[in-house]
């Protein structure tokens, strides 16, 4: 039923349609237009105006004809860079890529061309499907932004799926973690570098001393931290009075993140202090970790519609958050699927004809199922 064709098309189109975190808004109205054409609900929220961005996160509502769980499908509108003028092409291979001087962006319209696909085979075959809430976020790759600001009161649904993880069609992200976002700041004092040295204090250095006490990188399987961003000083010739260093913490588990975030903070303030500055550290939860049990609804049905059409199921645990992890977050159980697509944010992006069908086959086979639950 899928037609392959019209699929690829429309992706190919989608991809050349420029919609750079912050300017989605001809996507957007790529998306209202497709999606207009069928009479559904759309709306779009006020996330464009707090973000100073062109377009908020934009609503699909389909109407059920059966009555039954509303089905939430969440994909993201924006790319990375550079992702300007993509012109996607076709391989004899079958393998669509960009012509190299951008990414693709099957990250994340692979998923949107799967339901868009979906939707219009469910339109042409009449078929039976209960109520969908089909959600286009801004801004996912900016911090998942865009789904940070959308009012989650306006939802039916209760069960899931976000479609914007790597791995073959028939992946289940189960397991994602928890991230804070910690920012170190050093407060030293000014002097001029040359005439009076010995009355300032250094909060570069003294920033390079705490980060050296401090645990980075790998911390265990469960478990990563980062200093990713330094800033600091105004002039060569001023003792910096101060020093600021953005970082993250991110863990599978809640008390894992807990304890390191902690453990950095004490240390950057003891070496801090020791040294005679002051020192300050802000922490703010990005989002929670989430875990699926192999045996709730929105696993099942995703693996059940998958072993329909025949695809190989995985349930993995990924270092990474999605939209996935600020969905869950609302008390509607959330699953983010792996579509296919490879070596995102990269110029060397690439998915494949064969995945991008079965991107379609298994959300309409989702749905399909999703009669049952
Ligand atoms: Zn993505």
Not at 114 to 137: D, G, S, W
Not at 334 to 341: E, H, K, S
């Amino acid at each position: 039923m899928i037609n392959r064709e019209r699929l690829v098309n429309n992706f190919m189109n989608m991809v050349a349609v420029d919609s750079v975190s912050k300017q989605e808004g001809a996507f957007r109205d790529l998306l209202k237009r497709e999606f207009g054409r069928w009479g559904f609900q759309l709306s779009e929220d006020g996330a464009g105006e707090i973000l100073q961005g062109e377009s908020g996160n934009l609503l699909v509502k389909v109407p059920g004809t059966l009555a039954g769980n509303t089905i939430l499908l969440v994909t993201h509108m924006d790319t990375v860079v550079p992702g300007h003028n993509i012109k996607a092409v076709r391989g004899p291979d079958e393998i669509i890529r960009s012509e190299g001087q951008t990414i693709l962006g099957a990250d994340d319209k692979a998923g949107i061309a799967a339901i868009l696909e979906a939707i219009e085979v469910i339109m042409e075959n009449r078929l039976p499907h209960p109520p969908l809430e089909l959600l286009f976020t801004v801004s996912e790759e900016q911090g998942l932004l865009g789904a940070k600001n959308f009012d989650f009161a306006k939802l039916q649904a209760r069960i899931g799926y976000v479609l914007d993880s790597g791995g073959a069609p028939g992946t289940i992200v189960t397991q994602s973690p928890c991230q804070n976002e910690i920012e170190y700041l050093v407060k030293g004092r000014a002097a001029h570098a040359g005439i009076n040295p010995e009355d300032g204090l250094n909060a570069i250095q003294v920033m390079a001393k705490a980060l050296a006490k401090m645990p980075c990188g790998r911390i265990d399987e469960e478990t990563t931290c980062n200093f990713g961003v330094i800033e600091g000083g105004l002039a060569r010739n001023i003792v910096a009075a101060s020093c600021r260093v953005k970082g993250e913490a991110r863990s599978l588990k809640r008390s894992k993140l807990e304890q390191l975030t902690g453990q950095l903070a004490e240390i950057f303030s003891t070496e801090v202090t020791q040294n005679g500055c002051k020192a300050e550290v802000e922490i703010s939860l990005l989002y929670p970790e989430t875990t699926l049990s192999p045996d709730e609804d929105v696993v099942k049905l995703a693996q059940r519609a998958a072993d329909r059409i025949g695809l190989t199921t995985r349930l993995i645990s990924t270092g990474g958050g999605s939209d996935a992890s600020v969905v869950n977050g609302h008390n509607i159980r959330c699953a983010n699927l792996g579509i296919g697509m490879n070596a995102v944010h990269s110029t060397e992006e690439y998915i494949r004809v064969e995945d991008l069908v079965n991107d379609a086959r298994w959300v309409l086979s989702i749905i399909e199922e999703a009669v049952q639950i």
